[in-house]
């Protein structure tokens, strides 16, 4: 019999972080070749831990965990969102600093770089958006000024927009693996209940579409998630919370225009992910200042 090799299975799990809106679901998603982590010009879109599954072909298994942008909180959502990023960065093998092409650290990355150096972790740092920036230059002054500031393990520049750079961070994090078991089936791409991943994919379509500080006072609970079985069809009921009558009457829209907009988007994306003709119907009711109400904050599944 002739000589063969076995690739050893490795793994790691690796935290991304940064302030809010500087791409790191973007590049999550990028890393993964398939959307799981919703995505909208917004600060604070992401809300919670969200985890992605990445297990490549030389048997390497990456879980990543998108963590929500570290910010000043003025909610208790607020409170629970910075929470979900000390805990993310408290246990894992590494870290993915993502930062925008700028040339000053706003002060919540210094003081996110901080709790990182803490941690012992290695650290790999990615500048995003590079396709922003006209002079390169500036790119190398900022990787300098970082460096000064933080022993990396790496610096990669990458544009989540236009992949570029990806296959070069995605390196760079899997040297960042150790001997150890896959903890997920290696067709997994998020341990995420379908239920969830339901409601981020509306919630996305409302920030995308919606003004001012309406969408940051919405959530979204599904009420059924059922398979008829008689058809090939997913029935999803939807409903829609939001903190004002006003703001009710902004995402319905005239003669419910906005909310079927809202849904016809989103059960789009429903469709194509879950590969199955979707049934989507949404309402929308009022909880007054949800987002410093404790009980409701856990309802909706957003303490951790």
Same mark, same amino acid.
């Given at each position: 019999?002739?000589?063969?090799?076995?690739?050893?299975?490795?793994?790691?799990?690796?935290?991304?972080?940064?302030?809010?809106?500087?791409?790191?679901?973007?590049? #999550?998603? =990028? /890393?993964?070749?398939? *959307?799981?982590?919703? $995505?909208?010009?917004?600060?604070? %879109?992401?809300?919670?831990?969200?985890?992605?599954?990445?297990?490549?072909?030389?048997?390497?298994?990456?879980?990543?965990?998108?963590?929500?942008?570290?910010?000043?909180?003025?909610?208790?959502?607020?409170?629970?969102?910075?929470?979900?990023?000390?805990?993310?960065?408290?246990?894992?093998?590494?870290?993915?600093?993502?930062?925008?092409?700028?040339?000053?650290?706003?002060?919540?990355?210094?003081?996110? #770089?901080? =709790? /990182?150096?803490?941690? *012992?972790?290695?650290? $790999?740092?990615?500048?995003?958006? %590079?396709?922003?920036?006209?002079?390169?230059?500036?790119?190398?002054?900022?990787?300098?000024?970082?460096?000064?500031?933080?022993?990396?393990?790496?610096?990669?520049?990458?544009?989540?927009?236009?992949?570029?750079?990806?296959?070069?961070?995605?390196?760079?994090?899997?040297?960042?693996?150790?001997?150890?078991?896959?903890?997920?089936?290696?067709?997994?791409?998020?341990?995420?209940?379908?239920?969830?991943?339901?409601?981020?994919?509306?919630?996305? *379509?409302?920030?995308?579409?919606?003004?001012?500080?309406?969408?940051?006072?919405?959530?979204?609970?599904?009420?059924?998630?059922?398979?008829?079985?008689?058809?090939?069809?997913?029935?999803?009921?939807?409903?829609?919370?939001?903190?004002?009558?006003?703001?009710?009457?902004?995402?319905?829209?005239?003669?419910?225009?906005?909310?079927?907009?809202?849904?016809?988007?989103?059960?789009?994306?429903?469709?194509?992910?879950?590969?199955?003709?979707?049934?989507?119907?949404?309402?929308?009711?009022?909880?007054?200042?949800?987002?410093?109400?404790?009980?409701?904050?856990?309802?909706?599944?957003?303490?951790?």
């Amino acid at each position: 019999m002739g000589d063969y090799i076995v690739n050893e299975s490795k793994s790691a799990f690796i935290a991304i972080v940064g302030c809010p809106n500087v791409g790191k679901s973007s590049i #999550l998603n =990028r /890393l993964l070749g398939e *959307k799981i982590a919703i $995505v909208s010009p917004r600060p604070q %879109t992401t809300r919670t831990g969200i985890t992605g599954i990445l297990t490549t072909e030389d048997n390497i298994q990456l879980v990543f965990t998108d963590t929500p942008g570290f910010h000043k909180p003025k909610t208790k959502l607020g409170e629970h969102m910075v929470q979900a990023v000390d805990e993310s960065i408290g246990g894992v093998d590494a870290c993915l600093f993502v930062v925008e092409p700028e040339t000053e650290l706003r002060t919540a990355e210094q003081e996110l #770089l901080c =709790r /990182l150096k803490q941690t *012992k972790a290695p650290v $790999v740092l990615a500048i995003n958006k %590079t396709d922003t920036v006209k002079d390169k230059a500036q790119i190398a002054l900022l990787i300098v000024k970082l460096t000064q500031l933080c022993d990396f393990k790496a610096v990669v520049p990458v544009s989540a927009l236009r992949g570029d750079g990806i296959d070069a961070l995605l390196e760079e994090l899997k040297a960042l693996s150790a001997p150890s078991i896959h903890y997920f089936p290696d067709d997994t791409l998020t341990d995420q209940p379908e239920r969830v991943l339901a409601a981020e994919m509306i919630r996305e *379509k409302m920030l995308l579409r919606l003004d001012q500080e309406v969408p940051h006072g919405v959530a979204v609970s599904i009420e059924r998630f059922s398979e008829r079985d008689d058809a090939d069809i997913l029935d999803i009921d939807a409903v829609i919370y939001c903190e004002k009558d006003s703001h009710k009457g902004i995402i319905i829209g005239k003669g419910g225009a906005m909310l079927k907009a809202i849904s016809t988007a989103a059960r789009k994306d429903l469709e194509r992910f879950f590969e199955i003709q979707v049934n989507l119907k949404c309402w929308v009711k009022v909880k007054e200042d949800w987002r410093n109400r404790e009980g409701l904050i856990h309802n909706f599944g957003l303490d951790g």
